[in-house]
């Protein structure tokens, strides 16, 4: 069976004069699908962790075999993660929809502090409290958007009704 091995120098030496280890570019790729990290390939390999260190800085094929092995197993756990998402695992599907969807949490903290600021701003120009009120639409917009519910308490709910009391009730 074939096996590509890295030979970057053509006298197998490198300039210390201590012959050149050669590695199995297979062997290499393979420990990349599992993302081995520098010590891992080294005690794979038996040789020190600075062997490996410099063999990546100074060997393409070295290197582009580690690599390639990353961008492997790097695609098999993307696979796995969408099978488990679309097997209904719900916390799979969050963390997805967070990663390739660009969805995000919006913080419930953000939206109560939207809904009720208008109403405590005091000493402010009718403009700046107009702009506020047009700012505490568009929070209430985006936390319906994400089908968040507005803060109980505000002073306006989804419909625009006066949610504070004091009304006619009964």
């Known amino acids: 069976m074939y096996h590509h091995v890295s ?4 006298h197998g030496k490198h300039p210390g ?14 420990l990349g699908v599992i993302h ?16 490996i260190t410099l063999r990546m800085q100074s060997d ?8 390639k092995g990353m ?10 993660q969408i099978e488990l998402a679309q097997g209904g695992n719900v916390a799979m599907l969050i ?5 390739i969807l ?9 939206i109560s502090v939207a809904a009720n600021a208008v109403g405590n701003v005091t000493n402010v120009t009718d403009d700046a409290r107009r702009h506020l009120i047009e700012l505490q639409r568009a929070v209430l917009a985006e936390a319906k958007r994400f089908e968040l519910p507005s803060n109980p308490g505000s002073r306006e709910n989804t419909e625009g009704e006066d949610t504070r009391g004091g009304g006619n009730e009964g």
């Open 102 to 110: 660009d969805q995000a949490d919006v913080p419930q903290n953000i």
């Open 17 to 30: 004069g201590r012959p050149r280890i050669d590695f199995n570019l297979e062997e290499v790729e393979k």
């Open 95 to 99: 963390w997805l929809g967070k990663q």
């Open 36 to 51: 081995a990290a520098t010590p891992e390939l080294a005690a794979y390999f038996n040789v020190d962790d600075e062997t």
């Open 60 to 67: 393409p094929e070295f290197l582009a075999a580690y690599k």
């Open 7 to 10: 030979k970057a120098h053509s």
């Open 71 to 80: 961008m492997k197993g790097k695609a098999s756990l993307r696979r796995k």
